[in-house]
């Protein structure tokens, strides 16, 4: 039988018109759709009523064995022959696991492509207002992840994390925010560094909230924040208040001494 092939697709971050014109055409053409809990219901809703879809969805504690039944599912389907596309929220090369999935389609000689998609850095601080850098206020941007073991301390190099000229985006970074806000004031970022977190951003049920590192994690807990959310740090988001162009929605958060 004729070898399929598994095409891993970034969705963006929620807003189906960010998809790629490739995305688009991939997911019309694919005979299955294996999907993560983070591509937008707007975005599942583009897949033809004929198409097989297969929920990825995995809780957080279980992530390796879930990962390693994807793996084998996606070698399985493809070796019946069809064109399947892995739909992942996002980018698939950013955090999302994207590449090890890859390297096991490599390893098992499954034919496979790669379509980039729109990360939440970018989708996330667009929708909300805020540009990555800015003349004047970043020369730069990291993403990292706010997520770590179960009673470990994130491993990250704070004091390199702390630099006021460089904008920080931290994805998962919601659990583990009182944390990652009082590591960065330790190593020296001012407490009155703005900072905001946006909330499944680029979909209509996109909210923000913002303020200062400092204030963050209860402006956040009490707006009852949850994932998928990002966390942008740094002076660029002083412009959110001047450049929401994206309707906030409601229950958004403005903490009016941080955003210009
Ligand atoms: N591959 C994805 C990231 C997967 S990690 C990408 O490129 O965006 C999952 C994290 O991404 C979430 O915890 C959250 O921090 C972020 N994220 C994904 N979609 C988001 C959205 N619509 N709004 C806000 N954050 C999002």
Not at 127 to 139: F, K, Q
Request: aromatic fraction near 4%; glycine fraction near 12%.
């Amino acid at each position: 039988m004729a070898l399929g092939r598994v095409a891993l697709v970034g969705a963006g971050p929620g807003d189906p018109e960010l998809l790629t014109v490739k995305a688009q055409r991939l997911l019309k053409e694919a005979e299955v759709v294996v999907f993560d809990r983070l591509v937008s219901p707007e975005i599942l809703n583009l897949i033809p009523a004929g198409t097989t879809r297969i929920y990825a969805g995995k809780a957080l504690s279980r992530h390796h064995l879930a990962q390693d039944e994807i793996n084998s599912l996606l070698v399985s389907l493809a070796r019946t022959g069809r064109l399947v596309v892995r739909l992942k929220g996002g980018d698939p090369f950013v955090f999302g696991r994207g590449s090890e999935e890859a390297e096991y389609l490599a390893r098992h000689g499954v034919p496979f492509e790669v379509v980039p998609g729109i990360t939440s850095a970018s989708g996330g601080s667009t929708y909300a207002g805020i540009p990555l850098t800015h003349r004047g206020h970043a020369t730069g941007v990291r993403y990292v992840t706010g997520h770590c073991k179960e009673n470990e301390d994130l491993a990250h190099d704070w004091r390199s994390l702390a630099d006021p000229d460089t904008t920080l985006v931290v994805y998962m970074g919601l659990t583990n925010l009182d944390q990652i806000t009082r590591q960065l004031m330790a190593a020296g970022m001012p407490a009155d560094t703005p900072a905001a977190a946006v909330e499944n951003a680029t979909t209509p049920r996109q909210r923000r909230v913002i303020g200062t590192v400092g204030s963050l994690p209860t402006l956040v807990a009490d707006a009852g924040l949850a994932p998928p959310t990002i966390v942008i740090i740094g002076k660029v988001v002083s412009l959110a208040g001047v450049l929401d162009w994206y309707q906030a929605g409601p229950g958004s958060v403005e903490d009016q001494s941080a955003s210009g």
